[in-house]
């Protein structure tokens, strides 16, 4: 157990980590019902503009552009690839996504030179070592899952208690009859990008601070865990992604702690596998059914 | 003359006079000149777009597991192929590996070194295709219950868990693990891979316009009535996932020959979405956009922007054209695509339909006169 | 006596706590064409999709010539919710998916029409066979089902020039106006070689003199291909025209059934259509 305890809390907070990113995916599917492949990628570009924001300016500047910069990106992909082809099909969608995720790698490839960007201390304070119950960890380890926390209650309050939140709640029930009631939806989708780039973003900073360097691919990965835990609790639902990335951030560092970190990745996909086939609805998530 | 004939014609002259450029390459240029390479990779890329096309086109599955499929291809051809002499080397972390036999030099004993190698190298690429369609089975059994999108995600799950267990140490004697397989013969020439791949796309186009091909169509355009209309769905699916599954495994074993070496890392979800666009630019519903588009990408990455990677391009000098830049300048061409051009180049037309376009105009202008 | 060729016993279908069909039998012998009317939402397009296979039915069983086809009892959730009679009669569950019932020889058309859009008229018709196709996929791909094919071509054409759409056989199916598309959907259904055909609302959106005209169709269909007919429909005319018999749904109920002439004069039809008076 106790050799078990570092991974455990490790798991806590990459599954806070997770979560950030989990909302974006679960936010914007439950309303456009697009798996928005580009969402890991955008994950990736806020962490390489933490590091390029924090060599060259104090972080309380950095962090903030770092979080808008990110925001901004969200927003455009929004509008430019996914906007035009909102009568267009599904499958039409779902491509555009994948096209931006191809796009975003290349061009930071073609910025980044193909080299990882080293990580250096770009947050004081949450970088530092501190000891608990005996495990020596970084304090950001600890300081994720409160901010998640904090965080999903924040959006969760937003959601219920604000007209914005009202309007997504309505665009995710029923898209055309929300249009036709006057809700204004091209706000409402560009505000789901906003609130899930932001999220990623912060996200991004805590995930990164835990790791030497920043890659091209750094962001296909905890991507994908991310949908699957968007998909584990029920797509659309958002304590439903924060619940399913907490328990996936924790299988997988259980895993890494036994031995089997090979599979840890290859865990996390039959995972989805199996509760694709025995509860396609997830933890969570509403069914739905064709009408003939 | 009629117009089914002419187009029989058109597109025999059309194929003939590629299969005789092809030759041409092979017979002027050196086995290592950018022609060479560009066509080998172009024919792997176009037999594995295709396969993704008869699922994602023509039967409207939206997987992304081609790169897992493949991957399982590439890695059967390796294991069978490498030669016995030099397996210790290649296997040097495994002592020498699991598997003391080579397909090619087993048949090269009895039917002479040139036929009996090829012989076994096909076959190993045959072993390769069978492994892929035999795994689609498998999967196929869950996965194909699942809707658009949550089939697209579980695909792309299965095909990283598969690139896991190819890497894991356990593994390999058979796989060499995290380690490249290397040294197995491969076609000097693109002559050989345009052929295969040629036949292998024959078939598959003899597939889509039998009447399983529009059974597949018909299961595309609406589900609902596919299966009032006496199609069992669950099967045809399957049948379409496998066969799908086995051309994209022989796809791999031949992207292993033109690589000439493998490893796992090549055959991430980014191969797949690479094939996605292929496929979405050349049109998707048809096969010769499929090819055409294949081609045009890959001579467009590997040869015709390689000067926007190093500095000069149409003879204009920028510090901007530096590594990287013509994927850019190619994912950005392929969004306004995907964006704009919505139906590609080919649409869901054929090579011959061609013909058919320039008929009608004639007639509408023989009409307007 | 002519030969029964389907039976619903004891039908319920139930979605969660709505009835939506409730305990409904009835029969149709061989060469009858029999009409099933009702208000909106009376259910239906759900016995349809109960008698073709898209729904499991919560309770009861359905017969075809003689054999049984479908049959399931109260499970799961539904085991306590369950609401109509004939509880703990069936035992069994037998449920095939919709295109085993097609080949048993029972083929249907879709209230809202669902042809399949990017295929030519020809092609729509000629998928319709695939399922009498005797070729499994290794023989078709390399072409050594030439003789079937050419002769299921053949038939095909036959079809077209039966249903008048022989001339448009090359257009998109989409691109026909609504009349020629109905028209369409019988032809493919015709082509899965049915004994019992259903047809569900053929003559939706169509104006007076199409309806007439569909009305012939059908009997004449019904004569050609000794079929036995099953339809739901809103038109009157064309149900009062040609049905042997009529049932009645109300509300997932069978409140009536008998001869066109019997169901006109019936009281309680009359009430569930036109709506009961209140006494006050």
New interface residues.
Partial sequence: MQELLPYLINGISVGGQYALIAIGYTLVYGIL???NFAHGDVFMVAGLVMVYATTSMPFYIALPLVLIATVILGFVIER??YK??RS?P???L???A??????I???A??IT??VPQPVSNPIPWISENVTILGASTKRVTLVTPVLTILLVVALVYLINHTKIGMAMRAAAKDFETAQLMGIKINAVISMTFVIGSFLAAVGSMLYFTNYPSVAI?SG?MPG?KA??AA?FGGIGSIPGAVVGAFIIGLCEEIIKGLGYT??S??F???L??VV??VK?TGLFGEKVT?K? | MTMKKKKTIFTAVVLAVLLAACVAVDLTLPSYHIAVTVIKKATVYALVAVSMNLL?GFTGL?SLGQAGFMLLGAYAYGVLTIPVAKRASVYQYFDGGAIQFSLPEIFAGFLGDTVGSTVGMLLALLVGGLLAALMAYL?GL??L??????L???T???A??LR??F???ALGPITNGSNLLKSYPTFAHATPYVILAGLMIAVILLLITSTYGRAFRAIRDDE?AAEAMGINLARHKRMAFIISSFFAGIGGGMMAMYMGTIAAAPF???LT??I??IV?IGG?GSITGSVLASFLYIFSSEWLLRGLDSGKFLGINSPIF????R??V???I??CI???F?KGIMGDKELPDLLDRRSRKRKKEAAGK | MSKNVLKVENVTMQFGGVVAVDNLNLEINEGEIVALIGPNGAGK?TAF?VVTG?YQPTNGAVWFNGEKIVENHPQGKMKSMYKGEHAGEYTGVLAPTPDKITKLGLART?QNIRLWKSQTVFNNVLIAKHCRSTSNVFSATFRMNRKEEAAQRAHVEELLKIVGLYDVKDELATSLPYGKQRRLEIARALAAEPQLLLLDEPAAGMNPQETDELTAFIGEIRDRFKLTIFLIEHHMNLVMGISDRIYVLDFGKLIAEGTPAEIQNNQRVIDAYLGVADDA
Avoid: H
């Avoid at chain 1, 994948?98 to 796009?103: A, E």
């Avoid at chain 2, 219950?145 to 949550?150: G, P, V």
């Avoid at chain 2, 530096?322 to 830049?325: L, S």
């Fill in positions: 019902r697009l798996i430019v690839a035009p082809l267009a599904r499958m039409s779902m491509i555009s994948i096209g931006v995720s191809y796009l790698q290349n061009l490839f073609y030179g193909g691919t296909g994908l949908f699957v998909v090979t599979f990745d290859a996390t996909f039959a989805l596998i694709l086939c396609p064709d003939v | 994602n939206f999967i869950p996965v219950r699942l809707k658009s999108d949550y697209a995600i579980a792309l799950g299965f990283e868990i896991a267990f890497q894991w140490n609902v991430k979800s980014t979405y690479e996605l666009l979405v998707i530096k590594n990287g830049f994927m850019v190619l994912s950005v392929i969004m995907v964006l704009f919505r | 397009t999709n898209v879709f």
